[in-house]
């Protein structure tokens, strides 16, 4: 049916059209944030959102409305929207008269009714399947009663694309898709797909859908469209940047800020599948420390409760004798424990009884029901007795989309197949209308628990599973039980990129992938190295994936079937070891830049994992590249995703040139590792033999570098080197605060701005602002410029200071103020 435009009134901040069929609405949130809604109700739906938060404060937004002859047209100092009367169709505009991207043109919103079916699980109830597999224990019943509740729509939203912009976002996908044109893609929640319903353009623009439901993605032959499965109404926002960080800025003012993460937790964790007991974990991490290996954290993963009583939150006292012991070797050792813990308990502990007791399990009478806030406080304090009150620092939400189909059988369901079996056994137990949003509400549960009993430890949450505004509950999601081989390698870069780019900070991965070996029976145990760390060919593949986690917002390794710890892939002198040792160590000499880089995305909405996009959006080159990204404003990071020595079974190749092709956009670059300064706006052939990560500094970057650290607070206060990379003007913003508390949300943090003026050559180091508990008065800096020898030292006290190239070549010169 072809809608057409019989009315409109202006509205607060907006307007409301009366349509043939149905009603629409476009409110302006912000000059550059419009809400669009439609409905065929009488009114529109008054169900709070669960991603967006609600913002009392918001101002007015100055609003031209202009009625032509066959347009109406909305428009703010940013952003256009004009409605064809005759169709509906939208188009979005900027302030310049540029267009953005617009509906077709016999209109692009599609409404069409569905019932909704509830499952009620009562005494009738067939039996309840209980099963222990790869991916966990799971709990699920056959035998349901399904009845009428009520209508709601399948909404399908159609845009026509221009030619020239690329879309990145949707979340971390296991493809490995990187630009979205001409791809399909399925959104529900599963181990491996952590969804977020963001889209960037860049021709300047993003859309965020308010729905959490099956989704679907197109741009292929039936269409460029996105279709929800179940919803009261249509709800999206459009947001007009034009650039990345602007879009992102946006999405966040919608779907709220990230909070600080402790600093230890941008060190390096070290997690495998697992350490079972209290001797085990405490003797790693000391094992660390004899061999100085830097280390912030350990993992305690799955099965650290008593028996087989899956799920219950407290530790088996065989195995893990006095926690509170431990959590005090473990503090003294300066290394902090993250606790593995699941939203599915098992008959016959106690988290399981309090839970069916007080009626908070779901159908399936072992997943508890997170949309029930009173359900999910008691999961607060049950894990809190249970785990927190010992002194664990950090939760490890896994399974956080707890209902699966397809993970068995030797062969891997087709796409459909997969998305019918695994969003059919949510449906179950879950609203069609919510079953994307259960590690939405988990994770709001385990941020607001942790918030109401300490603000001196921050959260930190790592899930499996994300939704938009899932950021500000602390979290950090990571990409699932992959398997070890290069091609997964490879597809993990575009993955982690287009979860960053919808606004969600915080994405990691199983450094090494989580399955090593192959499994004939079953689809998804798929490794290429049978002997684990034994083989060479191994050995390659997880020097380069630690090489590429380096460079991520968490740096951890995880996985089975074969050892994680450095010293499991050789000893000093061997290049395996020595390769590792290097990235690990160059990880934390860069922590004040990393954690500049954590300020700026808690306090300015940054993004640290960028897609070239970000900073180059305009360059054509940049949009199909799946394997290069920048990390913060300064870095651009090529992964190694070849062999180049090694293959399955330690065989040996031969004739493997050791370099990569690497794109480098306009502008001067350097190489990190000679400072050789390149010219941009090209490719060239880098080095990249096992101990070369190809890694370039952009001309015009401020880097401040660290000493070599065993863990992230061992020097607060010591002397940071300063490098310059000249090119052009740039500002870096130094951050520092507490490091692990919630102090920093009322002001009490340190920010120091440095500038280089490429005119005068000359590198200004402003005056402090703000202060907090513990900051040293006095800072040392030791200025570089790249590609030259000399050094500038400099006594910090709080005051700017100015100095110019020529004081810098006067190597050991020292300047006082």
């Not at 941009?680 to 190809?694: M, R, S, Y």
């Not at 061992?714 to 000249?726: D, F, I, M, N, R």
């Amino acid at each position: 049916m072809i809608l057409k435009l019989i009315g409109w009134q202006s509205e607060s901040n907006g307007v409301r059209l009366n349509t043939t069929n149905g009603i629409m609405q476009i409110v302006f949130c912000a000059p550059g944030i419009a809400r669009i809604l439609y409905t065929l109700e009488a009114e529109f739906s008054e169900n709070p959102s669960l991603m967006v938060v609600e913002r009392k404060e918001r101002s007015r937004v100055q609003l031209k409305i202009t009625e032509r002859s066959h347009d109406l047209e909305i428009s703010t100092e940013q952003l256009k929207v004009r409605v064809n009367k005759s169709t509906c169709a939208f188009s979005y505009w900027d302030a310049s008269g540029r267009l953005l991207t617009r509906e077709p043109s016999k209109g692009g919103k599609t409404l069409e009714r569905t019932e909704v079916y509830r499952t009620s699980f009562d005494a009738t109830t067939g039996e309840i399947e209980i099963e222990r597999g790869a991916d966990g224990f799971r709990a699920r019943v056959e035998e349901t009663n399904r009845s009428f509740e009520r209508q709601a729509y399948h909404t399908k939203l159609e845009f026509e694309w221009q030619g020239d912009e690329a879309l990145y976002g949707l979340g971390s996908h296991e493809e490995g898709m990187m630009n979205l044109r001409g791809q399909h893609q399925y959104l529900y929640q599963q181990n491996m797909k952590a969804v977020v319903p963001a889209l960037l353009s860049t021709r300047g623009y993003g859309i965020l859908v308010d729905s959490y439901s099956l989704m679907t993605f197109h741009d292929d032959s039936f269409g460029s469209y996105i279709w929800t499965d179940v919803d009261d109404e249509m709800d999206y926002y459009f947001i007009y940047g034009p650039e990345f960080d602007q879009i992102i800025a946006g999405i966040r003012d919608l779907t709220g800020e990230a909070p600080m993460l402790p600093k230890w937790a941008y060190g390096y964790i070290q997690s495998k599948e697992r350490y079972k007991s209290q001797e085990e974990l405490i003797g790693t991490v000391q094992h660390y420390r004899e061999r100085k290996l830097p280390l912030d954290g350990i993992v305690l993963d799955w099965q650290s409760w008593t028996g087989d009583l899956w799920g219950q939150k407290t530790l088996d006292p065989q195995r893990f004798p006095d926690p509170a012991e431990m959590m005090d070797k473990l503090h003294a050792l300066n290394a902090k424990l993250m606790v593995s813990i699941w939203p599915i308990m098992k008959e016959g502990g106690e988290n399981h009884r309090e839970m069916s007791e007080q009626g908070f399990l779901l159908g399936n009478q072992a997943t508890y029901d997170a949309f029930a806030g009173e359900a999910r406080q008691l999961y607060w304090k049950q894990a809190h007795a249970g785990l927190f009150s010992h002194g664990i620092d950090a939760w490890w939400c896994d399974c956080s989309e707890p209902f699966e189909a397809d993970w068995k059988g030797p062969i891997k369901p087709e796409p459909e197949q997969r998305m019918l079996m695994n969003t059919a056994e949510a449906k179950r137990y879950l609203d069609p209308e919510y079953i994307n949003a259960y590690s939405l509400l988990h994770s709001k549960g385990i941020y607001e628990g942790q918030r109401s009993v300490t603000e001196n430890k921050r959260v930190v949450n790592l899930t499996r599973s994300s939704y938009a505004g899932q950021h500000r509950y602390g979290t950090i999601t990571w990409s699932g039980d992959t398997s070890a081989n290069w091609e997964t390698l490879r597809k993990q870069i575009a993955d982690g990129l287009n979860f960053c780019v919808t606004g969600s900070p915080y994405w990691t991965l199983d450094i090494g992938a989580f399955f090593v070996h192959k499994h004939e029976d079953l689809w998804f145990w798929n490794g290429d190295y049978n002997e684990g760390v034994a083989d060479l060919g191994y050995r390659e593949l997880y020097v380069r994936w630690f090489q590429f986690g380096a460079f991520l917002p968490m740096f951890r390794s995880h996985g089975t079937d074969t050892p994680r710890e450095i010293w499991r892939f050789s000893e000093p002198g061997d290049p395996f070891y020595d390769t590792l040792v290097k990235y690990l160590k160059l990880r934390y000499r860069l922590l004040p830049y990393i954690y500049s880089l954590a300020g700026a995305v808690a306090h300015r909405s940054y993004t640290m994992l960028r897609a070239l996009a970000f900073d180059f959006r305009e360059d054509l080159r940049v949009h199909d590249l799946d394997d290069q990204f920048m990390f913060g404003p300064a870095f651009l990071v090529a992964p190694v995703t070849t062999a180049m020595y090694y293959g399955p079974d330690s065989r040996e190749l031969h004739e493997v040139n050791k370099s990569r092709n690497v794109y480098l956009p306009g502008g001067d670059w350097y190489d990190y590792w000679t400072d050789e300064r390149i010219e941009g706006g090209k490719t060239i052939e880098a080095i990249a033999d096992l101990e070369t990560l190809p890694l370039f500094v952009r001309a015009g970057s401020i880097v401040p570098v660290g000493p070599d650290v065993q863990y992230a607070d061992e020097q607060t206060g010591a002397v940071l080197h300063l490098k310059v990379y000249p090119g052009k003007d740039t500002v870096f913003t130094l951050y520092e605060d507490e490091g692990d508390t919630y102090h920093y949300e009322n002001g009490a943090y340190s920010m120091i701005e440095m500038s280089w003026n490429e005119t005068d050559r000359m590198l200004t180091i402003g005056g402090r602002n703000g202060c907090y508990a513990g900051m040293p008065e006095h800072r040392q800096f030791v200025v570089e410029m790249a590609g030259k020898a000399g050094q500038f030292v400099v006594s910090y006290q709080g005051s700017p200071v100015v100095i110019k190239e020529e004081d810098i070549e006067l190597q050991g010169s020292d300047h006082v103020l």
